[in-house]
């Protein structure tokens, strides 16, 4: 069931305008003791507070290099329709903030198994890869990173990965210059233990995605994350709460979570809203699920258990919840 997360204050000790929209921030623990252990790929929930008593809660990817726990590093990108989390990060964070986040969790994690990794960003998708590439080296791996962006201002850390330790195996892909990403090319050729590991919009996890499956790659072999919620599509639905017989209606355009507390129905903790996190995941009793998290691999999400309230709906006009 639900992931259990440790919450601790963190400082904030530095702020970079790595490119027009995108910041690095550097956290630090408030109480000065080294910050939990992570593997790269993993994310921390970030949870912030404005001055009108307004609270946001973001999941991002941890940057840094995991050998280091003095600090913790992520990039956050100012995004145009903004539920106001990256909006707070970039206009009120500044050095000294306090903010809560979370222990890491790993949804992304290198697979052991592979024998050559071939990861591919899209734009902010490079920071879970930035932590991932000290550790590839550090374990003497096989691996080479694709990073497409549209014009060279919007490559963000592209001088470090350029004139770092892993420069030899970094390639740059900028739309404005007339270079683009050949995904049949790239993934064709692979190897039969080689995985594909690829985070950034949508659309180009989507088309990693379909070029794999075009080429015969097993799903096990293709890795991908994306930290945006799945909009709340699809008709109006009834979600019955067991446990207090309370039957609520699910709006089109609204989430279970939402419907939940809009009519103070039931008490549900939820970190992420993004279905990431795991907090808000709830047993069904009736009815089955249509899936938008990360959180539950394939075969969970089959068996049709549990599901996050935050992003996911029903299928059906009816389910049953264990709440």
């Known amino acids: 069931m639900a992931n259990s997360y440790e919450m601790m204050s963190a400082r904030v000790t530095a702020v970079e305008q790595a490119t027009p929209q995108i910041k690095r921030f550097t956290l630090e623990r408030a109480d000065g003791q080294p910050l939990p252990a992570f593997t790269g790929g993993s994310h921390i929930i970030v949870q912030m507070k404005g001055a009108d008593g307004r609270q946001f809660s ?134 039969a233990d080689a995985h594909v590991y690829v985070c950034g919009p949508k659309p180009l996890i989507d088309a990693v995605i379909a070029t794999a499956k075009a080429q015969g790659i097993p799903d096990a072999r293709v890795h991908w994350e994306q930290f945006a919620a799945a909009p709340a599509t699809g008709g109006a639905f009834t979600v019955v709460l067991a446990q207090s017989g309370r039957e609520l209606q699910v709006e089109e355009g609204m989430t279970i979570l939402q419907a939940i507390e809009k009519s103070n129905a039931a008490q549900v903790e939820c970190l992420c809203r993004e279905g990431v996190c795991g907090t808000c995941e709830t047993r069904i009793l009736e009815g089955e699920a249509e899936h938008f998290d990360q959180y539950l691999s394939d075969d969970e999400k089959a068996a049709q258990q549990t599901m996050m309230l935050c992003v996911s709906r029903a299928k059906g006009q009816r389910l049953v919840l264990d709440l």
Do not use: C, W
Request: net charge negative.
């Open 58 to 191: 973001n999941a991002y990817s941890l940057m840094s290099d995991p050998a280091d726990t003095s600090s913790y590093q992520i990039g956050v990108r100012l995004e145009e329709q903004s539920k106001g989390g990256s909006a707070f990060m970039h206009q009120q964070v500044e050095v000294g903030t306090e903010l809560v986040i979370s222990s890491p969790n790993n949804l992304f994690a290198i697979d052991p198994a592979a024998g050559r990794h071939v990861l591919i960003a899209g734009g902010i998708g490079i920071t879970p890869f930035l932590a991932q590439l000290p550790e590839l080296r550090a374990q003497g791996a096989r691996y080479e990173l694709h990073y497409a962006f549209r014009s060279p201002e919007h490559g963000a850390f592209q001088g470090e990965l350029a004139d770092g330790p892993h420069a030899q195996q970094v390639r740059f892909y900028v739309d404005s210059l007339g270079t683009s990403l050949n995904l049949a090319g790239l993934i064709g050729g692979l190897d």
